[in-house]
C-alpha cells in the first residue's frame, strides 16, 4: 500500500436562515439530493441514515456515468455539529473526514465546513511532488464545494435550487 499524505480544507459560509434548516439541508434526502455532491436534474439515488454509526449514498449521473459518494456518520449534535466521512470508492479506497459546525448568529447563521482530505503517494515522489499533489487536490475540492455551497444557499434560503443541471 502506497504511503497517504493529508491536507485540511476549511470554509466558512453564512446563512440568512436558522441553524436547524442548514442542519437538515445536510441529513434529509430530499434536501440533499438538490445539493449535495448532486443536483435534482442529475441524481439517481439519495440514501440516508442520519444517525451515528448510519450510512449515506448518494449516485449522481453525469455525461453518460454515475458517480458514487458514501459515507458514515460520526457524530450528530442538532443543529450544531455533524460530522461523517466521505468516500468515492470507485476513485479511491481513502476516506476523507468531514467536519460541519453551525453557529447561531443574530441573523441567521455560520457554517464552518472542515474536510481533512488523504492523497496516495506514488513510491517515487519527491516533498516538492507531494506538496503540489496536495494543493491540487485540496483547491479542486474547494472548488467543488464552492459551487455545492452557493447550492445550498440558495437552496435553504428560497426553497430552490435555479440550477438544474
Same mark, same amino acid.
Given at each position: 500500500?502506497?504511503?497517504?499524505?493529508?491536507?485540511?480544507?476549511?470554509?466558512?459560509?453564512?446563512? %440568512?436562515?436558522? $441553524?436547524? *434548516?442548514?442542519?437538515?439541508?445536510?441529513? +434529509?434526502?430530499?434536501? /440533499?439530493?438538490?445539493?449535495?455532491? &448532486?443536483?435534482?436534474?442529475?441524481?439517481?439515488?439519495?440514501?440516508?441514515?442520519?444517525?451515528?454509526?448510519?450510512?449515506?449514498?448518494?449516485?449522481?449521473?453525469?455525461?453518460?456515468?454515475?458517480?458514487?459518494?458514501?459515507?458514515?456518520?460520526? %457524530?450528530?449534535? $442538532?443543529? *450544531?455539529?455533524?460530522?461523517?466521512?466521505? +468516500?468515492?470508492?470507485? /476513485?479511491?479506497?481513502?476516506?476523507? &473526514?468531514?467536519?460541519?459546525?453551525?453557529?447561531?448568529?443574530?441573523?441567521?447563521?455560520?457554517?464552518?465546513?472542515?474536510?481533512?482530505?488523504?492523497?496516495?503517494?506514488?513510491?517515487?515522489?519527491?516533498?516538492?511532488?507531494?506538496?503540489?499533489?496536495?494543493?491540487?487536490?485540496?483547491?479542486?475540492?474547494?472548488?467543488?464545494?464552492?459551487?455545492?455551497? /452557493?447550492?445550498?444557499?440558495?437552496?435553504?434560503?428560497?426553497?430552490?435550487?435555479?440550477?438544474?443541471?
Amino acid at each position: 500500500m502506497s504511503k497517504v499524505s493529508s491536507t485540511r480544507l476549511k470554509m466558512i459560509r453564512n446563512f %440568512e436562515v436558522a $441553524s436547524e *434548516k442548514v442542519f437538515d439541508a445536510w441529513l +434529509k434526502p430530499e434536501m /440533499m439530493g438538490k445539493w449535495f455532491f &448532486t443536483l435534482e436534474g442529475t441524481n439517481k439515488v439519495t440514501r440516508n441514515n442520519p444517525q451515528v454509526g448510519g450510512t449515506w449514498e448518494i449516485i449522481d449521473h453525469r455525461g453518460g456515468q454515475d458517480y458514487r459518494a458514501i459515507g458514515e456518520y460520526l %457524530e450528530l449534535d $442538532s443543529p *450544531k455539529k455533524i460530522k461523517l466521512t466521505f +468516500k468515492m470508492p470507485e /476513485m479511491s479506497d481513502l476516506e476523507d &473526514t468531514i467536519t460541519v459546525e453551525i453557529k447561531e448568529l443574530e441573523q441567521g447563521c455560520e457554517m464552518t465546513f472542515t474536510q481533512l482530505i488523504h492523497v496516495a503517494q506514488e513510491s517515487n515522489w519527491t516533498d516538492s511532488e507531494i506538496e503540489k499533489a496536495l494543493d491540487e487536490m485540496r483547491d479542486g475540492t474547494e472548488v467543488g464545494w464552492n459551487y455545492m455551497f /452557493m447550492g445550498l444557499k440558495e437552496l435553504v434560503e428560497t426553497g430552490e435550487v435555479s440550477y438544474k443541471g
